[in-house]
């Protein structure tokens, strides 16, 4: 990891970190006011997976909105600290210093959230002790689920392949408003989820196991798909049949409702998916998700 990570970022000594960062928010001007941060946020990972958490950290550290940690993972020639735009790279920190560099630079009565995009899960274990929050966003995910599952009662928990299926939860939620399908709840005999990545289609059955409480007679089938998006269909069918597809814009999701004779449809954007957006959508949570929980638990102990 190099400077080149962070735009005009200033190598500076762990010690003066705090005082190059107040020089950067005031815009160099020494005794200048402070701007209002929110909550520090400490993103981990192999350096391979942090080159895409830079801009968001960025974009909300110019903001004043956060504080950002960089702490890339691994083997690195360069060692020391960089700071630039509110965000603070700590290149070739030993595992078993980065609980304590974190400690030291989180802003203090603020809210910390860590960002895990994988590593060592024995640091993600020292970090959730630090966290409020912890938004999991490793590949594959099932270490750091498994972590999480054991430490519920530590810290918030959310994961950014279920921040994705939010359209995709409300839809099929939505469609146990209708009286019809509230009628054909006992009905269901499979799920069918296309997906490109397994881990997210598993978290979504999950899910719809635990809130509508199946036993076996519901068969889960998750079909491979050869597109790039997570999830591309997922079919509910019995009684009644439901159905969500990803539009062929890849930008919205058609909903259908099948009851004999009678059908509803419609068309609904799945948002802006970008990481930073995102980012913020879970930043904007402060108390745990239980059904995230439910549906972490559901995967774990299956």
């Known amino acids: ?38 909550a520090t946020v400490v993103a981990v990972g192999p350096p391979d997976r942090l080159q ?23 083997p690195s020639d360069a060692t020391g600290a960089e700071v630039g ?8 920190l030993p595992d078993h210093f ?10 203090s009565s603020l809210p910390s959230v860590v960002w895990w995009r994988g590593g060592p899960i024995e640091v993600l274990g020292s970090l959730i002790k630090l966290a409020d929050r912890v938004i999991l966003d490793a590949d594959p995910p099932e270490p750091a689920w498994k972590c999480a599952y054991e430490n519920l009662e530590r810290a918030a928990f959310s994961d950014v392949r279920w921040t994705r299926l939010t359209r995709w939860r409300a839809l099929m939620a939505q469609f146990f408003d209708l009286p019809e399908v509230q009628a054909a709840m006992g009905s269901f005999t499979q799920l069918c ?25 519901v068969k889960i089938e998750i079909q491979d798909s050869d597109r790039s998006e997570p999830i591309t269909r997922v079919s509910l069918t019995g009684g009644i049949d439901l159905h969500l597809r990803l539009a062929k814009s890849r930008k919205c999701v058609e909903s259908a409702a099948t009851a004999g004779q009678s059908a509803t449809s419609r068309v609904v954007s799945l948002g ?3 990481v ?23 995967v774990v102990e299956q």
């Open 1 to 38: 990891m190099s400077t080149t990570l962070i735009e005009s970022a200033t190598g500076v000594a762990f010690g003066q970190i705090e005082t190059q960062l107040a020089r950067q928010a005031a815009g160099g001007k020494e005794g200048a006011p402070a701007r209002a941060l929110i």
């Open 52 to 74: 895409d958490v830079i801009e968001p950290l960025q974009t909300l550290g110019r903001t004043g909105a956060i504080r950002g940690i960089l702490i890339p993972q691994g």
């Open 85 to 92: 735009c509110n965000v603070v790279v700590l290149n070739g």
């Open 98 to 107: 980065i609980d304590n560099a974190v400690a030291a630079l989180r802003l």
């Open 193 to 217: 989820i296309e997906a490109s990545d397994h881990a997210a289609a598993s978290l979504f059955a999950a899910w719809m196991q635990s809130e509508l409480q199946w036993d076996d007679r």
């Open 272 to 274: 802006d998916e970008s």
């Open 276 to 298: 930073t957006a995102l980012l913020v959508q879970d930043l904007r949570i402060r108390s745990r998700d239980h059904a995230f929980e439910r549906a972490l638990t559901k």
